[in-house]
């Protein structure tokens, strides 16, 4: 069984919904930020990132919001699927460290 | 390529007992990372390697070692484990070139010490 995410923010959202998940970021000096997705019992796995310089980046039904000025980050996710179930991690980087700082995480449920 | 690997997916460990947890990866990535994860909370780094031979110190290092004699391969060494170190632990690896700072992780390996 999991053990990652048991006492995580938790949010539900039905079948086919956009989602939102918010990060605070702690660092003003990070430029770089990545959101990342862990099923159960796997390693993230990487979803989309944004730069410092960029205020909004979108793939692939999911976007990505960063407003600097009160250092948050949000990944919107459009027509959530079961498939989406899972843990969301933001993590910041200051380029030219390499070190990343990961967020707490929120899980993710789909609703039939 | 089979990515990032690490070995063993699960360990019981006695309080006391030492152990390496393996990981490799076949991306030539000159950076590689080890974070633990605890139950309910994000991940922290244990130790990071800009290339082989150079290692440095993350947010948790206390209780652990590292060695990176190759691109390819990144051991962390527990010694003299304590029940503080039940987590799961992933490897990683990247290559920011170009800018680009994707992380790849490993499966991760899930330790108990009692």
């Known amino acids: 069984g999991e053990s990652v995410g048991l006492h995580l923010p938790t949010l539900s959202v039905q079948e086919g919904d956009n989602s939102i998940i918010n990060c605070a970021y702690s660092?003003?000096?990070?430029?770089?930020f990545i959101w990342y997705k862990q099923e159960s019992g796997k390693g993230p796995q990487f979803i989309i990132d944004?730069?410092?310089?960029?205020d909004k980046r979108q793939g692939q039904r999911v976007t990505v919001l960063l407003n600097k000025t009160v250092k948050h980050l949000s990944l919107q996710i459009a027509a959530t699927q079961p498939g989406d179930s899972a843990v969301y991690f933001c993590?910041?980087?200051?380029?030219?460290?390499?070190?990343?700082?990961f967020g707490t995480g929120t899980r993710l449920k789909v609703l039939a | 390529n089979a990515g990032v690997t690490q070995t063993p997916k699960f360990r019981i460990l006695k309080i006391g007992q030492s152990m390496t947890l393996q990981c490799a990866q076949d991306?030539?990535?000159?950076?590689m990372y080890w974070y633990r994860q605890d139950p309910g909370m994000g991940l922290k780094l244990i130790y990071y390697?800009?290339?082989?031979?150079?290692?440095d110190k993350g947010e948790v290092p206390n209780g652990y070692n590292v060695s990176r004699s190759t691109t390819e391969d990144f051991p962390l060494r527990l010694e003299l484990a304590a029940p503080s170190q039940t987590s799961v632990y992933f490897c990683?690896?990247?290559?920011?070139?170009?800018?680009?700072?994707?992380?790849?992780f490993g499966p991760g390996t899930r330790l108990t010490v009692t």
């Open positions: 991306m030539n990535h000159n950076y």
């Open positions: 990683a690896s990247t290559n920011p070139g170009q800018g680009v700072y994707e992380q790849y």
């Open positions: 390697s800009v290339g082989a031979g150079i290692t």
């Open positions: 993590a910041e980087i200051i380029t030219g460290t390499y070190k990343y700082i």
């Open positions: 660092n003003s000096a990070s430029d770089y």
């Open positions: 944004i730069r410092s310089n960029m």
